[in-house]
């Protein structure tokens, strides 16, 4: 029997988060999640694991129909385990949540991913922030939000986009209704960018959409739409206050028209 079964059996999570795991008992825990039927949150992240590990992992989701949560970040994960995984996607129908946050993954692998969401109609949230996916392997992603009608929660972060990504994100907005919230801070998206992004958001006044920047190195949740409102709506008030000055000025000619009347009394 498979060690690490005994591992998982009657585990509903489990967190190997920091340990330093093994190839040997990395494959051997992918082996036990495709049997499982127990475990639904696996976390090894920050565990050194790689292609190998992430491709037999991708495996066992082919087969598991329990597991909802799956972190995979702070890992040597390149493109080869981002492939595998994205292709478990489009047969695997629980899982919920993926990590592959600080890993090793380029455009292409992103561009692997992007294909799966085409597919997939049941993950929820995906994190891929402080990888290496670009401009390229964005505007793969955007694409497929386009056709995505399930994906809430998108982590971009930390990942070279410019304008150029940032612009067909805001496209891809303007027929996505799903996305809730979508990451891209600490990237190189400049002003013009997040002026596509807040146009796409504010051509919707109903949609609710956090976007996550600061490019600058500050990160914030921001929804830009209700942002330029309270901007517009912080001048207008400035407006009156300088209105209400100018009316106050005012009041003080009753004063002059009083000391009038005393001089006319006097007399």
């Not at 591992?7 to 494959?27: A, V, W």
């Not at 292409?108 to 392997?137: C, H, M, R, V």
């Not at 982590?155 to 799903?178: C, F, M």
């Amino acid at each position: 029997m498979n060690p690490s079964c005994k591992l998982l059996k009657s585990r509903p999570t489990l967190n190997m988060e920091g340990n330093r795991i093994q190839d040997d008992f990395g494959l051997n825990l992918a082996q036990a999640l495709g049997e499982n039927t127990t475990l639904t949150e696996l976390n090894l992240g920050a565990t050194t694991i790689g292609d190998s590990v992430a491709m037999a992992l991708a495996e066992a989701l082919k087969a598991n129909r329990r597991l909802k949560i799956l972190k995979l970040y702070k890992n040597n994960i390149t493109n080869s385990g981002a492939d595998a995984l994205a292709e478990a996607l489009t047969i695997n129908k629980t899982l919920r949540t993926l990590y592959l946050t600080g890993n090793r993954i380029e455009h292409t692998g992103a561009e692997a991913l992007a294909a799966a969401l085409e597919k997939n109609l049941f993950l929820k949230e995906l994190y891929l922030g402080g990888n290496i996916i670009g401009d390229a392997g964005t505007k793969a992603l955007a694409a497929a939000l386009t056709i995505n009608t399930s994906l809430e929660y998108l982590d971009l972060s930390g990942n070279k986009i410019t304008d150029e990504g940032a612009i067909a994100l805001a496209h891809a907005l303007e027929t996505n209704w799903a996305l809730k919230t979508l990451a891209v801070d600490h990237n190189d998206i400049t002003d013009e960018g997040l002026f596509y992004l807040d146009s796409a958001v504010k051509q919707y006044p109903l949609r609710k959409l956090d976007v996550l920047w600061g490019n600058a190195g500050v990160v914030e949740p921001l929804d830009l739409r209700l942002y330029m409102k309270n901007k517009k709506s912080a001048k207008k008030s400035l407006g009156r206050k300088k209105s209400t000055k100018k009316s106050l000025g005012h009041k003080k000619s009753p004063k002059k028209s009083l000391g009038r009347k005393r001089q006319q009394v006097k007399k």
